[in-house]
């Protein structure tokens, strides 16, 4: 595997994260499978095949974080792409509530401060605290670029205008995470524009996985955009919010 590009994808024992891997290793890359279950990561990575390695990361897990990070650096000294994958809808079983019961669950007036927490911990302090540990290895290997998989439900334009289906669901925890989520890729964007780091935000769309039963997508689809921008060469754009087939979508 020496020589080979790398690439670490969270959440990538299943779903769309396990479909980026598998195509980032075919496009050369050596991938990382994040799982915070190692049995999962393990599964997962002998699915993919021999470019493959499980690592464990939790992504609210400070001390899973910091020790991915230091078997990054020493048992590869580079990472040329982070994809931040892992998310959650809710702490509970994903096929409990209808889309309509989860918005109704999750309207600001009544929704669970606790579960609220949990979800955010996931979806947004998780992935700042993995960036903040995989910085310095990204800023120690030219042109990497990190993609970090949003929402195009986090859109607080299209949450803002009454003809958009993103309106009426715009709920407090899962969409307004992917909202938070869109701020952090521009605060990254911005910090890390100086070094030539490109940080991108991503939608794959409604795609058919454990997250999203009723998805409509292929996780072969969900996962294209966010292999095209892993892939972006060095004059590619940063500060972006694209989905593969709808473009550019508002902040
Ligand atoms: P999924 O099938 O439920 O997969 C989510 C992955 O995240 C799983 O591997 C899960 O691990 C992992 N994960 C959850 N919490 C974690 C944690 N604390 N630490 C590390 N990994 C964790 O969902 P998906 O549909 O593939 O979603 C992938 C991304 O696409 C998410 O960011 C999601 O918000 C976004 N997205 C999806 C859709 C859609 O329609 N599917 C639409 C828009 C955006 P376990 O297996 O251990 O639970």
Redesign the pocket.
Known sequence: MQGRPVALV????????LQVAKDLTAKGFTVLL????TK?GEAAAKDVGPNAVALQ????DLGSITAAAVRVRKEFGRLDVLIQ????TTTSDHHAQTPQEYVAANRPSVVSLDELRAVWD??VF?VLAVYQAMVPILRDTPNSRIVN???G?GSLTLASDPNSPMHASFDATYAAS?TALNGLTVAMAVELEADGIKVNAV?????K????PG?TDAVED?AAEAVRVALLGSEGATGTFTHATFGTIPW
Do not use: C, E, W
């Open positions: 969270t959440g990538a024992n299943q779903g769309i994260g994040g799982s915070r279950n999962r990361l939790d992504v609210t994958n892992a998310a959650i996931t979806n998780g998989v949003s929402s439900a992917k939608s794959p769309g409604y795609t996985t454990r997250m999203s998805g969900g």
